[in-house]
């Protein structure tokens, strides 16, 4: 019987990673009404009525309570897109006694992790168009090494613990950025939107598997959440979905057509949202969980019949790490020990699987007396086991 270590935990097809850009202490009062309305709000209001918090959880959180959320935080006061014209509220992180317990809240529960994204983000300009991303401001490495520092400090200051991951304003970035984040001490990271790069083919250096960059892991973004479904007819008549979707029909790509390749292939499905659709140049902000909202409903109801993993991006990069430092070395046919590359993992739980297991009735796994059961699944048996340097019998 074939046994190997599954790719991802609980030998699940694809992990999820539903990922929100800019929780930021900022509310953009967009209609002057005095009150915060549903969308105009990227985290300031905490869990008070019309919150970015409260839309979530009322519309996607409490529907699907196995989804885990990655917000992308900015720590200090969040660039307007318009130099010249100011949000309503914006703080950095440290700025509202509400705003830090909100955030500690956040980071305390395990179906949310709070990564790191920029220190303002940027530089706003005259127009949109002349917005500076965050990565792109630095003159030198030092000085996007000194920022980082700082930004990192803020975060530390507010939720006791540092970031453990990150993604870059933007997705923009230069020739000394990677080094600027392998410095500062990340685990893991976002550089790439890849499913805008599988469209340009000039480019060849998208990827929708994990990647390294100078010891830091590459965590690949791999669908738009504002690529809309044909099957959401909310969206039939709006500019976004003419322009989006009909393009991607074009090159025959659909929503479900991308997720089910990225199942096929044991790939990420990593979702890329924003916390509010206001910006101060009045446009909408694209991806965003409001406009969306329906598009999500109808991607996590379509999940729901996978075969998936719902993680942070650091469950995501500590799964990846295990499997790399273990390798199966079979003793013989009914035994095997795991040869350790790195002692750094043990008793921690990894996921194997015996390949056409035939799902037999009653097949364990044996550590020193102790039986671990298998988790059936159509063509293949998983076994969560702890990590050790002991000899695992398969008992059939
Ligand atoms: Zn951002």
């Known amino acids: 019987m074939a046994i190997k270590v599954s790719k991802w935990k609980n030998g699940a097809q694809s992990p999820v990673l539903f ?12 209609n002057k009404n005095g009150k915060c309305d549903i969308g105009e709000d990227w985290g300031h209001m905490g869990i008070s009525q019309n919150s970015m918090w409260n839309f979530l959880n009322q519309n996607i ?57 920029g220190l303002t983000h940027g530089i706003g ?21 000194k920022t980082t520092e700082l930004g990192k400090e803020i975060f530390f200051k507010a939720l006791g613990e540092y970031p453990k991951g990150g993604k870059y304003p933007g997705y923009a970035y230069n020739s000394f950025s990677d080094e600027s984040i392998a410095k500062t001490g990340f685990k893991w990271w976002c550089r790439h939107l890849d499913f805008l790069k599988e469209d340009d083919s000039n480019l060849k250096d998208y990827s929708y598997d994990l990647e ?46 991308l997720i089910k390749k990225r199942l096929a292939n044991q790939q ?19 991806p965003n969980i409001v406009t969306d909202i329906n598009n999500l409903e109808h991607i ?31 003793i013989n046919n009914h035994q095997f020990r795991l040869k350790l590359t790195s002692r ?21 796994i044996v550590i020193r007396g102790k039986e671990y059961p298998a988790i059936k699944k159509s063509t293949k048996l998983v076994f969560n086991v702890p990590i050790t340097d002991q000899i695992y019998s398969i008992k059939t």
């Open 19 to 30: 990922m929100i850009d800019d929780l930021a202490n900022l509310w953009h009062d967009k």
């Open 61 to 117: 959180l409490s529907k699907w309570p196995n989804i885990k959320t990655t917000f992308f935080l900015v720590v200090g006061k969040r660039a307007s897109i318009l130099s010249h014209k100011r949000y309503t509220y914006c703080e950095d992180i440290l700025g509202s006694e509400d705003f830090l317990e909100f955030i500690n809240n956040l980071n305390s529960r395990n179906d949310v992790e709070l990564a790191y994204h």
């Open 125 to 145: 300009g005259s127009d949109a168009k002349n917005f500076v991303q965050e990565w792109e401001t630095f003159k030198n490495v030092d000085e996007a090494i």
């Open 212 to 257: 390294k960059f100078q010891g830091v892991i590459d965590i690949p973004t791999t669908i738009d959440g504002a690529f809309y479904s044909l099957k959401v007819k909310q969206y039939l008549l709006t500019r976004k979905y003419v322009k989006s979707t009909l393009l991607a029909l074009l090159k025959k790509r659909t929503l479900e057509g």
């Open 268 to 286: 990420i499905i990593s979702i890329q949202e924003h916390t509010s659709p206001v910006r101060t140049d009045d446009r909408i902000q694209y």
């Open 300 to 330: 996590f109801s379509f999940l729901k019949l996978k075969d998936v993993w719902y993680a942070t991006g650091s469950e995501i990069a500590e799964y990846n790490e295990k499997t790399e430092s273990v390798d199966i070395r079979r």
């Open 344 to 364: 750094k993992f043990i008793g921690q739980a990894i996921s194997l699987e015996l390949e056409n297991g035939k799902t037999e009735e009653d097949v364990r």
